[in-house]
């Protein structure tokens, strides 16, 4: 890892991505990425169109498995492990497209979201018993908590794929958060949105890392990522080009080649 | 909002009035047609499991119908077993097989899936057909003994009649219905949607979906087997035509356009198309053309099946909510 890289990761790396390869029919989609988010920060992941940034969230969140390097998570490598197994142990992602599950109300997409961290046990899932019904309960509650702090508490009982393209991106969001998970992948969060709602979802961002939670944000809309991040990644054909405060990222000339062309 | 106790009012209403039905309906060609409406809802439910809800094509249910039936009928017939218990066998046998097909096929993709589905159906059909020492191959297994039950306060009761076989029915059904609603609105039956809708999302979010799949499938081979079980118990004579891919045609037109993902919508469509074939004999020649253009027609009508079918009716009538 050089040394760009680990400073400013602070103390402690929540998430450690080491010598990251990954080729499609030959061609590599990323080169030895090595990069770390301290735990409590918002970093930031830039780079042009195919640079890479998806596939290397692919690769984290266990839906690809990469041909070299590993991921370590609290430390632990969790390098092809299954994605659901990944995101029980609070590393959740949240995709490019508004992603739900439309015949479900929101409030049943956000107790599915919920259900698989309690840690219940598959006679728990099949018969409605005391314990299952305490931990429905406690489904509910985050799910209100969730949809009134996003400003949709009205949509609970509305068929997901009835919601305006905003409100899916929104729920999309809070179902990600339901578990209250340690880091958070955010592919492209604004993406879709309009202005009014940017604004909104950036001073929820930031609360909830005021609130404890590590955030990794992928974005094309440089104004929210200088504005939410501390340090930012920047890919380029696959290859980790600068990493920094955002300030002195864009000053780099390396990252304004690859964005304006040589 | 209706309250979960009025809710239950009127399932259990329809189910007392089912109990009755005998004393109005006593023509044995009715009945017939009731208890094989009544077969044809447990098999239904097992492919409205799988595709309905998991949303995955299976055209293996004929495959476990046929396993349990040949189950449950061996077990009566070379070792004495009793009805229920060998009923049992063939739930457990279609619970198994089921399993042991999902497990390397539920990995494949959808369209894999299917056609594993679709192979294996023929596959145990020519097992029946050819493996004459444990089957008696297409001369079939006649004879299967009805059950002989133990009922409290009246003793032992041979089920013979019609009628007879229209009440034990009637009870496997609402056991079959109160164990499926209870199992599609458990937190299992949440996950099994949620593949349905979104696979990649579902992992995402925790859940473990080739688990899932598996589990959903591999019920949805014991309701088959159960419904083989019954079905072998009541004709009595079974052979490898059971597996034919009739069955087959009749339960997707059952399951799709009762509308797939519910619960009465497929109760509703194993009921109209028992019945509507029947009706449709006024003219032999006829026959099949107007079966034809009455599923045209209704598929046409009704994309979303007869539940699809109400919803959007409800929907339209009901105000609109204004968008936030």
Request: charged share 15%.
């Amino acid at each position: 890892m050089s040394p760009a890289v680990a400073e400013g990761a602070g103390a402690e790396a929540l998430l450690e991505v080491r010598g990251m390869t990954v080729r499609f029919l030959g061609v590599p989609a990323l080169q030895g990425v090595s990069l770390a988010v301290g735990r409590g920060e918002i970093a930031g992941l830039i780079g042009p169109n195919g640079s890479g940034k998806t596939t290397l969230f692919d690769c984290v969140t266990g839906y690809l498995a990469p041909d070299a390097g590993e991921v370590r998570y609290r430390g632990e490598d969790i390098t092809g492990r299954p994605a659901h197994a990944i995101a029980r142990r609070g590393l959740r992602r949240i995709f490019q497209q508004a992603r739900v599950f439309p015949a479900l109300s929101a409030l049943e997409n956000l107790r599915a979201a919920g259900q698989e961290a309690q840690g219940a046990t598959l006679a728990t899932g099949v018969i409605p018993t005391a314990r299952s019904r305490r931990l429905d309960r406690a489904l509910d509650e985050r799910a209100r908590e969730l949809l009134e702090a996003l400003g949709i508490a009205g949509t609970a009982a509305t068929p997901a794929g009835t919601l305006s393209y905003g409100q899916q991106k929104l729920l999309g969001i809070a179902m990600a958060l339901m578990p209250r998970p340690e880091l958070v992948l955010l592919d492209e969060p604004v993406a879709g949105v309009n202005p009014t709602l940017i604004e909104t979802l950036k001073g929820f961002l930031r609360a909830l890392n005021a609130a404890g939670t590590t955030l990794l944000i992928v974005e094309h809309n440089l104004e929210v990522v200088m504005d939410l991040c501390r340090r930012v990644f920047v890919l380029d054909s696959g290859e980790l080009i600068a990493a920094g405060p955002p300030a002195s990222v864009q000053a780099d000339e390396r990252v304004l080649a690859a964005y304006f062309g040589r | 909002m209706i309250g979960p106790a009025r809710r239950a009012l009127l399932p259990a209403a329809a189910a007392a009035a089912a109990a009755l039905l005998p004393l109005v309906a006593r023509s044995n060609y009715l009945l017939h047609i009731l208890v094989m409406t009544q077969i044809y809802v447990v098999l239904a439910l097992s492919l409205n499991l799988i595709l309905g809800y998991a949303g995955l094509l299976s055209l293996a249910p004929p495959a476990f119908f046929g396993i349990g039936a040949y189950t449950s009928a061996l077990l009566a017939l070379r070792l004495g077993w009793p009805f229920w218990p060998a009923l049992a066998a063939a739930a457990a046998a279609g619970l198994l097989f089921a399993a042991a097909v999902g497990v390397p096929s539920l990995r494949l993709s959808r369209h894999s899936f299917v056609i594993v589905t679709l192979s294996f159906t023929l596959l145990a059909q020519l097992a029946a057909t050819n493996w004459t020492d444990l089957t008696r191959g297409p001369m079939g297994l006649p004879g299967i003994p009805p059950p002989a039950l133990r009922v409290p306060a009246i003793g032992p009761v041979r089920i013979a009649g019609k009628a007879g076989w229209y009440e034990l029915m009637l009870a496997v059904v609402v056991a079959a219905l109160l164990a499926f609603a209870a199992l599609v609105r458990s937190r299992l039956g949440r996950a099994i949607l949620a593949v349905r809708e979104d696979e990649v999302l579902a992992r995402a979010l925790g859940i473990a979906t080739d688990r899932v799949k598996l589990l959903a499938f591999a019920l949805s081979g014991l309701l088959g087997g159960v419904a083989g079980s019954c079905y072998a118990h009541y004709i009595s004579f079974i052979d490898p035509s059971l597996f034919d891919f009739y069955y087959m045609e009749n339960l997707l037109i059952m399951v799709v356009l009762g509308g797939a993902g519910t619960l009465w919508g497929v109760v509703a469509g194993a009921a109209i198309f028992n019945v509507v074939p029947e009706l449709l004999r006024i003219h032999p020649e006829l026959r099949a053309f107007l079966y034809g253009i009455a599923l045209l027609a209704a598929v046409s009508v009704a994309p979303g099946g007869l539940a699809g079918w109400v919803r959007a009716r409800r929907a339209a009538r009901a105000p609109r909510p204004e968008p936030a």
